[in-house]
C-alpha cells in the first residue's frame, strides 16, 4: 500500500479550489468597480464639458457685448454728424472707408461671436446632457448584463465544486470497498491452510475410537469455509459497484472541468469585450463626435465670416490712393477748385484796337523785347528742370521710407512656451527698433529739403508761366501780318530809345 | 464824336474787374479753409483710430484674460488629481485627449489674444501717432507753399490792376490831345476864310489913298495865321506823344492780361493739385497702409494659429473610436480582465486514471449523450444565430441614429441684416427641432430592444460554451482507441439502463 505523503488529500484539495475561485470572484468585483469607475469618469467629463461650454458661452457673450459697444461709440459719432451730406462725401474718400470697414468687421465679428456663444448653450450643451444621461441609463443596464454574466458563471464553478467532492466521495467508496475484499480473500486462505495439517496428526491411534472424532472435525471446518466464501462474494459485489460509480463521478468530474474552463476562457475573451463596446460605450463616441463636430462647425464659420470681413479690409487697404482722393476732394467742393473766368480786354473809351500793336515805332522795341524773354525762359527752364529733378530725387527717396514694407508681425505667434516669450517678442516687433527712430530723423530731414525744392520750383515755374505767356503773345503778334493800324506817322525813333530801356528793366526785374 | 453811353466807363472797368478779383480771393480763402478742414478730420480720423485700437486691445486683453481662467479652472482639477499615473492612464482614452486639446486651445486662443492686444498698443497704435505727428506738420508746410502760391497770384492780378489803369490814363490823354489838335486845325481854317473877303471889298476907291491901308492890313492878318500855325503843330506833337504813350500801355495791358491768364491758370489746374498730394499727402497714405497692414497681418497670424488648433482637435475627433478605448482599458486594467490559470484535473488519493473513461459498461451510455448534446447544439446554434441577427440588425439601427450627421451650423451665421434674425436662427439649430424628440424617443426604444436581445444572445451562447466543451471532449474520447483499463468484469447493464436515463436528464435541465 503507498504512504497517504504521496497524494494530495481531499482536503487540500477542495482548500486549493476555493482560493482559485475566492481570486476569480475578487476579479470580477474588481471589474465591476471599473465599469463604474468608467461610468462616473464619463460622467464627470460630460459634467466638465457642460460647464466649459456654459462658462465659454458668458466669455463669447461678453466679448461679443463690448465689440458691440466699441463698434456703436464710434458709429454713434459719425451718425451725430448734423451734416449727413459732409458725412457721404467724406465716405469716398479711401482712408476713411477703410475706418468705416473696421467697424463694420466689429460689429460682425460682435453677431458672430454673439451667435457662437448662442450655439454653445443652445446646441451644444444640450448634446452633452443628453450623451450624459445616455451613458448613465446604458452603464446601468450594462452592469445588469454583466452581473448576469458573472452570476452564471459563478454557477458553473459550483457545479465544478460539487462534481468534484462526489468524485472524492465515490473514489474514496471504491477505495474502502477493494480493502475489505482483499481482506475477505486473506482469510478464505488462512482456513484452506489449517484443515491440511489436522488431517496429518491423527494417523498412530486404534480404529475404532479415532473414526468418530473425525467425522465431527470434518463437519466444522466445511461450514466455516462455506461461511467466509459467502462474505468475499458479497464485498466483491460492493467492490464492483462503487468502482462503477467512482469511474462515472471521475467522467463528471472531467466534463465539468472541461466546461468551466470553457465557460470561464469564453467570459473573459468575449463577455467582457462585448459588454464593454456593445454595451457601456453605446453610441457614446458617435454622440460625443457629433457633439464636437458641432463645436467645430460653430468656430469654423466664425473663422469664415471674420476672414470675410478681414478680405473686404484688406481690399480697402489696397485701395488706399492719394491721386484718387484728390480728385474726389476736387469734385467735391468743385465751386470751390474750379479755375475762374478768363480775363478778357477791356476797351477804354471806345478804344477799337483790341490786339498788341506791332507796328512801327513800337515793331523793332516788341522784337527785342521778344528776342530777350526767349533767351530768359530757356535759362529759367533749364535751371528749374534741375530744381524739378532733384525734388523727384527727393520725394523718391520719402516713397521709399514710408513704403518699407515693415508690418509683418508672425514672428509675434511664434512662442516658445513661456508666456514671458510673448512679451519680449512682442515688444521687439516696431518702436523698440532703433532703425525705426533713426529713420524717423532721416525722414523728416529728407521732408526738409523736399519742401525747400518744392518751393523753389513752383517759384520758378511761375515765373516761366508769366512770360511763357507774354512771349507766345509777342511771337504770335509778330509773325502775323501787320494790318493793325495804329495812325501813327513820325517822330518814333526819339521813344524807342528809351521805351526799349525800360522793358528791358521790366524783363530783368520780372 | 461818339456818345458816352457807347461804350464803358474807366469806373465801371475797374469795378467789374475789382468783384472778379474779390471773387477769386474769396475762392483762395475758400480752397485754405479747406485743405484746413481735411487736416482736422485726417487728425480726428487717427485719433478715433488709436482710440479705438487702444479700447479694442483691452477688449482683447480681457477676452484672453478670461479664457486664461476658463482653461486653468479645469487644467488645476486635473492636476489636483493626486494619482498623477491614472490620470495619465486616462488620457490615452480618445474622448478624455478631445477634452485636453480643447483646454489647449482655449490656452492657445489666450495666448494669441495677448499677442494680439500686445501689437495693437506696441506697434499699430505708435504708427497711428506717428502718421498724426506727420500729417499735421506736413499741412502746416504745405499752407506755407499754399499762402506763397496765393500771395503770387494776388500780385499778378494787382500788377494787372495797374497796367489797366495806366492804359485808361494814357488813352485819356491822348484822346484829349486829339480833341485840343482838331479845335487848333479849325481856327486856322477860320483865319484864312477871313483875309480872303477883305481882298475883294477894297477894289472901288483912288489909287494915292488906298496904297497905304492895304500895307497895314496885310501885316496884321499874316501875324495871325502864323500864331495859329504854332499853336496846331504843339498840338500835333503833344497828340502823337500821347498817341504812343496810349498804344504802348495798352500792348502792355495785352501782354499783363495774358500773363494773369495763364497765371491763374496754372494756378487752378497744377498748383492746387501739386500742392494737395505732393505735400499735404506726402506719404499719408502708404503709411496709414502700412498701418492697417499690420493689423491685417496680426488678424491673420491669430487666424492661423487659431485654425491650426481646431485642426488638431478635428484630428482627435475623428479619432474617437470605442474599440481602441476597450483595448487600451484593458491594458490599462490588466490584472483585472486577465483571464485566471486553467483549472486542472485533480486525482483524487492517487487515482491514475485522468483521462475520461469510455469503455464497456459506460462506453455506450457516453455514446449515447453525445449523440444526445450534439443534436441539442444545432438546435441552439440556430436558435442563437436568429437571436443575434436582430440584436445586430438593432444595434445597426442605433448606429444610424448616433451617427446622424446634424453638426453643421452654417444657417445660423447667415443673417439677413437685423440682429434679431440672429436668435431665431439660432434657436432653430437644435433643440426647438421636433425630429430631435421624437428620435430620442425613437433611440430609447430600440435601446431596451437591443438590451433584451443582447442578454438572450449572451445566455444562449453561455449554454452553449458549456455544452461544445462536454461535447467535443466525449466525442474525442469515443474516437480515441480503448487503452484505459478501468479493471471492470460483469453485472454493467443493470446500471447503465438507469445512468443513461440520468444523464438524459441533465442534458435536458442544462
Redesign the interface.
Known sequence: M?SPA???K?KE?IA??DT?VK??RA?LT??MK?LDQ?CE??VQ?LQ??QD?FR??AE?EM??SR??EK?AE??LA?TRSTKDQQFKKD?NVL???N??NL??NQ?KRES??H??LS??YL??II??FV?VSE?SG??FK?SKE?GQ??QD?LMK?LNE?YSV?KT??MY??DS?SAQSKLKEAEKQEEKQIGKSVKQEDRQTPRSPDSTANVRIEEKHVRRSSVKKIEKMKEKRQ?KY?EN??KA??A??E???A??????????Y???????L????C???????????????????????????EG?DA??NA?EN????S??QR??EM?N?????????????????M?????AQQ??QSE?VQRCQQLQSRLSTLKIENEEVKKTMEAT?QT??D??????????D??Q?SNS?ES??S???E???SKPSIAKR?AN??ET?QF??TK??EY??G??LI??????H???QKTLGESQRTD???????VF?MSF?SLENFKEVLQE
Request: glycine share 0%; aromatic share 10%.
Open positions: 503507498t504521496k497524494f494530495k481531499d484539495i486549493e479550489y482559485q481570486e476569480i476579479q474588481e471589474q471599473c468608467q469618469l464619463r467629463l466638465d464639458l466649459f462658462k465659454k466669455i461678453d466679448y463690448n465689440l466699441l461709440r464710434f459719432k467724406q479711401s482712408p476713411v477703410c475706418w473696421l467697424l466689429v453677431r458672430d454673439t451667435t448662442d450655439i443652445n446646441n444640450p448634446r443628453q445616455d441609463r446604458l443596464k448584463v448576469q454574466l452564471d458553473v465544478l468534484m468524485y472524492h473514489n474514496a477505495i459485489a464492483t468502482k462503477l469511474i462515472k471521475r467522467n468530474y472531467l466534463l472541468l472541461e466546461a468551466t474552463n470553457a465557460s470561464v476562457f469564453k473573459y475573451i468575449h463577455d467582457l469585450s462585448d464593454i463596446d456593445q454595451c460605450d453605446l453610441g457614446y463616441h458617435a454622440s460625443l463626435n457629433r457633439a464636437l463636430r458641432t463645436f467645430l462647425s460653430a468656430e469654423l464659420n466664425l473663422e469664415q465670416s471674420k476672414h478681414l479690409i484688406e487697404v488706399l490712393d492719394a491721386t482722393d484728390k476732394l476736387m467742393y465751386n470751390v477748385f474750379c479755375p475762374p473766368m478768363k480775363f478778357e480786354f477791356q476797351p477804354h473809351m471806345g478804344d484796337a483790341s490786339q498788341l500793336c515805332p513800337v516788341l520725394l520719402i516713397q521710407i514710408v513704403t518699407v514694407e515693415d508690418f509683418d508681425v508672425s509675434c505667434f512662442y508666456m510673448v512679451k517678442t512682442v515688444s516687433t516696431f518702436m524717423r525722414q523728416q521732408e523736399y519742401f518744392m518751393k513752383l517759384e515755374r511761375n508761366t508769366k512770360l511763357q505767356a507774354k507766345d503773345l509777342l495804329c495812325s501813327l506817322a513820325r517822330k518814333t521813344y521805351t
